[in-house]
């Protein structure tokens, strides 16, 4: 059976990570977040913590900004580390399945009281669909996020 590689973690870390669905599945269960629901209504399925990829991955104390990155609509975010450190996630299963694409998945990051899109650096656009690269920096990295309604409306159109 093949397992292809769901999400890259590299960047500013001691330990460069390319893991699968399987690997995710079986992360250590401190590391995961189950039925993601409870921190979000809206949202279902179970996830990894950023905080357990940053700690597998070994994260230096000098990244400061988190890099979202999805190759397959070629939309990237970077936001501040901080704030979202203790409450960003990664949903990539429901009920034991893969995250479809219709659910932005494989693999999503979510953080669960985002500000409106593009009203803040952490707001609704950063929670990336179908991420495949997770990268930390020291400075602020690729970030083609809406900057105004005119393009955030935009967006929300060709998903549709
Ligand atoms: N890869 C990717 N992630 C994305 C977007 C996108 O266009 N591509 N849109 C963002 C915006 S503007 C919003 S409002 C939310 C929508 O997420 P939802 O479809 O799960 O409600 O995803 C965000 N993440
Ligand atoms: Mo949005």
């Known amino acids: 059976m093949i397992d292809p590689i769901l999400?890259?973690?590299?960047?500013d870390v001691e330990r460069p990570l390319?893991?699968?669905f399987f690997d995710l599945a079986s992360m250590d269960e401190a590391f995961h977040l189950r039925d993601v629901s409870r921190?979000?209504?809206?949202?279902?399925?179970?996830?990894?913590q950023l905080t357990g990829l940053l700690e597998l991955a070994g994260a230096r104390s000098s990244a400061k900004y988190l890099g979202l990155h999805s190759?397959?609509?070629?939309?990237?975010?970077?936001i501040p580390l901080e704030p979202?450190?203790?409450?960003?996630?990664?949903?990539?299963?429901?009920?034991?399945?893969?995250l479809q694409e219709k659910q932005g998945g494989p693999v999503?990051?979510?953080?669960?009281?985002?500000a409106a899109c593009h009203t803040d650096e952490v707001d609704e656009c950063a929670n990336v669909k179908f991420v495949d690269h997770v990268e930390l920096t020291q400075e602020r990295g690729?970030?083609?996020?809406?900057?105004?309604?005119?393009?955030?409306?935009?967006?929300?159109?060709n998903q549709q």
């Open 18 to 20: 390319q893991l699968t």
């Open 108 to 114: 999503r990051f979510y953080i669960p009281d985002f």
């Open 142 to 157: 690729l970030d083609n996020r809406p900057e105004d309604d005119q393009e955030h409306e935009a967006l929300h159109r």
């Open 84 to 98: 979202v450190r203790e409450r960003g996630f990664f949903i990539y299963q429901i009920e034991g399945n893969p």
């Open 7 to 11: 999400l890259k973690v590299d960047g």
């Open 71 to 78: 190759s397959l609509d070629d939309f990237h975010a970077s």
């Open 39 to 48: 921190m979000d209504p809206k949202r279902v399925g179970d996830a990894i």
